[in-house]
């Protein structure tokens, strides 16, 4: 329940500052802010690093991938 919390007031706040976030992203970072809370030990970091590092790696890859197929598209009609 606190994450959920946590997520939504997160999203609402983002959302009047006009700053575009991920629902995924902010239900993430609050479910490791709980377990940090809670016990430092409680969250697995080795996953969350993880999780990190594809989020880096997923923006870049998405961008190159719809440069892709738009030049490609654009080259095609």
Same mark, same amino acid.
């Given at each position: 329940?606190?994450?959920?919390?946590?997520?939504?007031?997160?999203?609402?706040?983002?959302?009047?500052?006009?700053?575009?976030?991920?629902?995924?992203?902010?239900?993430?970072?609050?479910?490791?802010?709980?377990?940090? /809370?809670?016990?430092?030990?409680?969250?697995?970091?080795?996953? /969350?690093?993880?999780?990190?590092?594809?989020?880096?790696?997923?923006?870049?890859? /998405?961008?190159?991938?719809?440069?892709?197929?738009?030049?490609?598209?654009?080259?095609?009609?």
């Amino acid at each position: 329940m606190c994450a959920e919390t946590a997520g939504s007031i997160t999203l609402f706040l983002a959302t009047s500052l006009g700053v575009p976030v991920s629902t995924t992203h902010t239900i993430t970072g609050a479910i490791v802010g709980v377990g940090a /809370a809670r016990r430092v030990s409680a969250v697995r970091w080795g996953l /969350a690093r993880e999780i990190v590092i594809a989020w880096m790696i997923t923006m870049p890859a /998405a961008a190159l991938i719809g440069a892709v197929f738009s030049l490609l598209a654009n080259y095609l009609w």
